[in-house]
Structures are given as C-alpha cells and as structure tokens.
C-alpha cells in the first residue's frame, strides 16, 4: 500500500545534538513538507518542497534543515540552534490529482530533549 | 499573508448535544480542509471543500464553506463520547513557490456522557 512512513516514532536529543528525522513516500507525490505541533497549537509549517532539489522555508524554519535529493525522500534535521524542540513532527505530501491535492500524513515523530 | 482562526479552542459538550465550530481564513482560497486528531496520532481527513456553498455530511459531522464571508463550519449533531478528539481546519495557501497548507490552532472536543 502506498503511504507515507516516518521515523523514528519516538526521539530523544541531549542538549547541542543534530538529529535527523526520516520521512519516505511511495505515493509518487511531487510536493512534501514538514509542520511542527505543540501542545494546544495547530501545525506550523517548517519547510516544503515542491521538487527535486529544491525547497522553501515555512513560517518557523530558524534551527531546521532539510535536503530533497530524491522525490521518495524528504529528511528533516534539528539542529542544536533549534533552541525548543520538544514537539510532535508530521510529514506530508501532495500531488494534484485534477480535483485536489490529496495531501497525505504520515504517522509522527515525536522529539524529547533530555 | 494567510492566517486561519479556529474558535472555540476548546468544547465540552455533553453527549446528545449539538455544537458548531467555526474556522475563518483572511485572504482568498480555492480549498478547505477539515481533519480530526486523536492524541498522539496523525491527522484523519475528514471533509474537503472545493467551491462557495459546498456542504458535506459524514455521520453526525457537516461541514460547510462560504467562500465570500471566508468562514467554514463544521456541526456537531447529537455528540457522542467517540466524537472527542481535536479537530482542525485547513486552508490552502499559494506562493511562486507552489501550494501549502495553513492550519488553525485546533479545536479540542470532550463530549461527556
């Protein structure tokens, strides 16, 4: 089936570590973006990509980075200069299909600072 | 600069009761979605809608859009405890660089039997 696979579910960072979030899709979509959730607030995009090798800063990108290399692939990395990142991370992608985007979601990374 | 306000931000119903939660967005779009999030999950699609008037129903959830007031609706029929959950509207935003979603802060709904 196709979907959207992200990983790890579960994440935990010392204080001034990198760490990557992985994100895959087999659904052949063109577009994929990353949003960050905290507790009572909605999701907040960090940054998307519409192609290969190309892609956007969102609206809380300070601290993020990402690469898009592939089409199927869209990684995310916290770096240390992300000061708060305690938080619950979505996927998603997009593709027009002729009447919508048929955004899909993944199924989560949440990241714990210890 | 798209923005979508949500509100309640919070909703305790009890279980038969009907409720309404409203969605606004502040500049032209073509699209609005409605998800629902149980805790710690993803987001479960629950309603799109494409033009000016568009109403859709899915069990005791309908859900409504008036492009010209930017407002979009979605009714709660007859709660039951099941229907807890948060749930959030999103607009479609557009830039040279292609297409996003902007979500509202959410609505957290607790039906109390």
């Known amino acids: 089936d196709g979907g959207i696979t992200q990983s790890p579910k579960y994440l935990f960072r010392k204080e001034g570590q990198n760490v990557t979030l992985s994100c895959e899709q087999n659904l052949n979509h063109d577009a994929m973006y990353w949003y960050r959730q905290d507790p009572g607030q909605g999701l907040r995009l960090i940054y998307y990509s519409q192609i290969v090798n190309d892609f956007q800063k969102g609206d809380i990108a300070e601290g993020y980075s990402v690469s898009r290399e592939k089409k199927e692939s869209f990684p995310l990395t916290v770096t240390s200069a992300q000061k708060n990142p305690t938080a619950f991370y979505l996927c998603a992608s997009s593709t027009w299909t002729g009447l919508d985007y048929g955004y899909t979601f993944g199924s989560g990374t949440r990241l714990t600072v210890v | 600069e798209l923005k979508v306000e949500q509100n309640p931000l919070f909703l305790s119903m009890q279980e038969g009761k009907n409720y309404t939660i409203y969605c606004n967005y502040s500049?032209?779009?073509?699209?609005l979605y409605w998800y629902r999030q149980d805790p710690g999950k993803s987001l479960e699609s629950l309603f799109v809608?494409?033009?000016?008037?568009a109403v859709k129903q899915e069990g005791r959830l309908m859900a409504s859009l008036d492009t010209k007031a930017r407002l979009s609706t979605l009714h709660i029929t007859a709660a039951v405890h099941d229907l807890s959950a948060t749930y959030f509207c999103?607009?479609?935003?557009?830039?040279?660089?292609?297409?996003?979603?902007?979500f509202g802060a959410g609505t957290i709904l607790r039906v109390k039997s």
């Open positions: 500049t032209t779009s073509d699209r």
């Open positions: 809608l494409l033009s000016n008037g």
């Open positions: 999103a607009v479609v935003g557009y830039s040279e660089y292609g297409n996003k979603l902007v």
